[in-house]
C-alpha cells in the first residue's frame, strides 16, 4: 500500500461503521495543506483501494471500510 493508501485506511478506521465522503477524506486523511494545494489527490488511492476489495464505496459515492464475514 502506497503511503495515501495507508493515510486513508487510518482516517477511516476512526469511524468504520460510517460512509465518508471523499471531500472530507481528501480534507482530513493528510494535512490540510496537501488538499488546499490538490484537493483531487485522494482519488487515485481510493479507487485502488475499491480495487484492492478493502473499501467499499455507497450508491452515494462515500466510503468506508469494508467488513470481512468470517
Request: glycine share 6%; no cysteine; proline share 4%.
Amino acid at each position: 500500500m502506497t503511503y495515501e493508501e495507508l493515510a486513508i485506511m487510518n482516517f477511516l478506521k476512526g469511524s468504520p461503521e460510517s460512509y465518508v465522503a471523499r471531500r472530507e477524506i481528501a480534507r482530513k486523511a493528510l494535512k490540510r495543506t496537501i488538499f488546499e494545494e490538490n484537493p483531487h489527490w485522494a482519488d487515485a488511492p481510493l479507487a485502488s483501494l475499491v480495487d484492492q476489495g478493502v473499501v467499499e464505496q455507497n450508491e452515494s459515492g462515500h466510503y468506508k471500510i469494508k467488513k470481512y464475514e468470517g
